[in-house]
């Protein structure tokens, strides 16, 4: 199973108590992200159509990016738990090797290790 040993390296091996926080923290992730959702949503259809109309265009886009970036976080933070779930969790989306620990710790939801991560950003 790729989440309990990956190797013995210390910077990539995930203990049980590690993968127990990281789930925790997902979940916290996960809750805060689908409330934040929720919040907005109802933000939106509860103001009158007049005060739609009043708010600037810049107010509107920071609120639209704002959802948009939630939307992002939550798919990422589903898909580490699916991972978890299946067993796949730690390991590089696109080499397959380990993602380090701490990078793991910081980013719980990473899917890639960090030069593939560096990689995929130089590509954009």
Known sequence: M????????RNTTLSAEDLAALRENLHEQLLFRREQLQQMAA???SRTEALLIRQTASQLEVRVKLAATARMVLADVEAALAR???????????CGLPV????????????????CQQVREAGR
């Open 100 to 115: 380090d620990r701490e990078r793991l710790l910081i980013v719980p939801q990473a899917r890639y290790c960090s030069r």
């Open 43 to 45: 933000a939106a259809t």
């Open 2 to 9: 790729v989440n309990h040993q990956i190797t013995g390296d």
């Open 84 to 94: 978890m779930d299946e067993g796949r969790y730690g390991a590089c989306g696109l």
